[in-house]
Nanobody, 123 residues
Framework: QVQLVDSGGGSVQDGGSLRLACTAS????????VGWFRQAPGKERELVVA????????DYADFVKDRFTISRENNKNTAFLQISNLKPEDTAVYFC????????????????WGQGTQVTVSS
């Protein structure tokens, strides 16, 4: 059973940056697609970005543009979401998820979820 722990959220000013981390235990994250999702108050959870286990395929939300970058450090069993030029509308709880073991193409079924980390952006 893979367990995920999200960290790295915080309160930042408009235009700031954050690096969120998703650390796995109980399984090797390198075998899974990893996704980052977010849920703002009063809104449904939405995909930000996801990448296949091999890294060859990715799925991005329309709003991502160049501000969100997903990466992994397999030797640390950790995935990251780098967010730059944060805007107040990015305020949300951010969740990482893992699933789609050894499946290269979306959509992936995400079976494992982190607890979420709060990102708050003030203007």
């Amino acid at each position: 059973q893979v367990q995920l722990v999200d960290s790295g959220g915080g309160s930042v000013q408009d235009g700031g940056s954050l690096r969120l981390a998703c650390t796995a235990s109980g399984g090797s994250l390198r075998n899974y697609a990893v996704g980052w999702f977010r849920q703002a108050p009063g809104k449904e959870r939405e995909l930000v970005v996801a990448v296949s286990w091999s890294g060859r395929q990715a799925d991005y939300a329309d709003f991502v543009k160049d501000r969100f970058t997903i990466s992994r450090e397999n030797n640390k069993n950790t995935a990251f979401l780098q967010i730059s030029n944060l805007k107040p509308e990015d305020t949300a709880v951010y969740f990482c998820a893992a699933g789609g073991q050894h499946i290269d193409y979306p959509p992936w079924e995400f079976d494992y979820w982190g607890q979420g980390t709060q990102v708050t952006v003030s203007s």
